[in-house]
Nanobody, 124 residues
Framework: QLQLVESGGGLVQPGGSLRLSCAASGFTLDYYAIAWFRQAPGKEREGVSCISKSGGTTNYADSVKGRFTISRDNAKNTVYLQMNSLKPEDTAVYYC?????????????????WGQGTQVTVSS
């Protein structure tokens, strides 16, 4: 079965850190650019970050720039989102998406694959 699986979400206090993982099952991530999105209750889905197939190009939304870092380990077929200095407004379900034709993009698009999401809650 071809799918993306996110993990690493949880409850963390403001100022804390989490590392999300996006693992591919049934296909090789080497050939895909990856984007991370998040959706908070009652809000539209928001693009957070993206990384190119080689990892040489990354981009971040202004809301997370300087706090989040996207990376990939193609040998492990996994992309990561390191989230530091977390704020309550980062609370959301986080999703990863993969596409074989994009370079690095985290806007609306018909991505090839989506994960099921992982919940991140930032609260004291």
């Amino acid at each position: 079965q071809l799918q993306l699986v996110e993990s690493g979400g949880g409850l963390v206090q403001p100022g804390g850190s989490l590392r999300l993982s996006c693992a591919a099952s049934g296909f090789t991530l080497d050939y895909y650019a990856i984007a991370w999105f998040r959706q908070a209750p009652g809000k539209e889905r928001e693009g957070v970050s993206c990384i190119s197939k080689s990892g040489g190009t990354t981009n971040y939304a202004d809301s997370v720039k300087g706090r989040f870092t996207i990376s990939r380990d193609n040998a492990k077929n996994t992309v990561y989102l390191q989230m530091n200095s977390l704020k309550p407004e980062d609370t959301a379900v986080y999703y990863c998406a993969a596409d074989s034709t994009l370079v690095c993009y985290y806007g609306p698009y018909e991505y090839d694959y989506w994960g099921q999401g992982t919940q991140v809650t930032v609260s004291s």
